[in-house]
């Protein structure tokens, strides 16, 4: 069953289980504005419903919540820092608002932070940088959860790679993984009866297939873009963990569950650019191009990244969130 | 036929043509090089097939010989360029060791470069860059050669993307267009009559095919990753010409021609990161561990971005490089 809570309920519960857990005032607000934003913003997934994971999280000591960044080193525009095991969203929200700092000295500024945990949504990074008039690349690696290229076993993580830039008071924000669909959304296509509405992954005889079923035994899901989407895996997990410093997704997986992870923030200041006059106005023409497309079917609407969380945003303010009643309640018994 | 031309003979014809047409000694060599070498790791459409169109496009007069890039506007770590319409791949090299120079003063540097031209093959920046030693990320915008995701008419580019990182006396690098199949490569495929070996785009029916004719007639090449790769197009292609101040994919395509493109080149610098010392090992962890997957049919080799170039140029190096009889005479009446 589904029922609907209002974004402060689910904030101001979040943030009380996180106090007791021994989050600060400030970490538990910042946190729990976090999972609620990311639940109003419709991504669940890494929201409400991902929210008991990160309690056991926090209670089996993969996730420290007192713990807080250190600067590894300082190249000047690019800094490496260690995220100490805290909170993965608290590290990313700290990185991005770090890397923001040094593209306002000098363009550009990069942080890769090692030892953090899993940052739930990388939009969360990118729409907070687009807000104040960045754009923003970031990506984290992931436990090893696809094959490579050609492979039958998990070798390669999915890494979710977010692209930001400002769009009027909003953002255009592109986050994705290099898998084509996630076992979650895999389980759901099963659990409704339903094909992938694009092959997903192979079956028992190598062959494409849109049964999520096959795909969840033969645990071979796609990559995006076959082979292209296996090498652009491979080379995030090589630069996050490389310049950071930190765990690689072979090395993270050794450990048998999913910290200590490596990630990449780089912000870029559009502010002083000598063409800033042009930029929202060539932007306009871009998204309005792109918008035009005849679409192949007729009613299709041809929407840019994140252009449908604007949408579900103002329609969960008004209606409240949609919540799992037993997510809810295995919340409330936190 | 296919005859075989030494990497000597081929850069040196190319370097007489473009001497004729107005290069300096020292960008006929630069260039010729370019050309001889994109031949020799084996991305001959990047090479000497498209030589005759890069000699068209300079008649033409979109790409000057002997423009300069100038400086726009410097921010720090980041600058932006005006490529003077100067050939790509002069350009390009330029756009990639000024990058470099401003990651040995603070860690990272970004080039963004407008009003340049085509780069031809991406991994020249890559392979360059790693050599000496740095991560690299670039990409450039094109013309709308794409449908948009669920869309049918042209409005996005391929946008090539570049990532690149050393790797003991090579490196690994990934270079890959948006497309999951260039108009070339369904060509190629419709020429052998031969399937493309994944869906490759959309029938008239709507489809998902492999039968590059039908792909060809309905112009519906599949986007990487479905809706991401479309994703992925659009957001690079504002990265490129927001930051750049340069012309976007639709601005481009309104011109007729694809000249005026927009690139960005950003290098990491590796050596003063605090991990020096930790980075080779992690990383021939990952590639062994990479390379050990179990391979889904017994014999596939799991390969590396770029492993394949190696073993290609060394087999140029020793019989030549294979290039159609007809191109090349071509080549030698330029």
Not at 28 to 43: K, P, Q, R, T, W
Not at 51 to 64: A, E, L, S, W
Not at 309 to 326: D, L, M, Q, S
């Amino acid at each position: 069953m589904t029922i609907y809570i209002t974004y402060e309920t689910m904030k101001s519960e979040f943030a009380r289980i996180l106090a007791n857990l021994g989050f600060s005032e400030r970490k538990a607000d910042l946190c729990s504005e976090i999972f609620a934003v990311n639940s109003l913003d419709g991504i669940y997934s890494h929201g409400v419903n991902r929210f008991p994971t990160f309690i056991t999280y926090i209670k089996n000591g993969y996730v420290k919540p007192e713990a807080e960044p250190g600067l590894i080193k300082s190249l000047g525009s690019l800094e490496q820092w260690n995220g100490n095991l805290g909170p993965g969203p608290l590290n990313g929200l700290f990185a991005t608002e770090r890397a923001m700092e040094l593209a306002l000295k000098s363009g550009i500024g990069m942080v890769a932070i090692g030892n953090t945990n899993h940052w739930m949504r990388g939009g969360t990074y990118g729409w907070k940088a687009a807000r104040k008039g960045f754009a923003f690349i970031g990506w984290t690696n992931t436990e090893a959860n696809m094959p490579a290229w050609g492979a039958k076993d998990f070798r390669i993580g999915n890494n979710p790679l977010v692209f930001a830039v400002p769009f009027g008071k909003e953002a255009i924000v592109l986050d994705f993984a290099m898998s084509q669909f996630s076992y979650g959304k895999l389980e759901k296509y099963q659990l409704d009866g339903k094909s992938t509405p694009y092959p997903g992954g192979f079956n028992k005889d190598g062959k494409l297939t849109s049964v999520p079923g096959e795909i969840i035994s033969t645990r071979r899901a796609l990559p995006i873009g076959y082979w292209k989407g296996s090498g652009l895996s491979l080379m995030l997990d090589i630069m996050a963990s490389v310049v950071a410093g930190g765990l690689s997704t072979y090395e993270i997986s050794k450990q048998g569950a999913e910290y200590s992870l490596s990630q990449v923030f780089i912000a870029i200041s559009l502010e002083n650019l000598a063409n800033r006059e042009r930029i929202e106005a060539a932007l306009n023409d871009i998204i309005k191009n792109f918008k035009e497309s005849d679409p192949a079917e007729p009613g299709i609407e041809i929407r840019f990244p994140g252009e449908n969380v604007v949408n579900t945003r103002e329609e969960n303010r008004k209606n409240g969130i949609p919540v799992n009643n037993g997510i809810w309640e295995t919340i409330l018994a936190l």
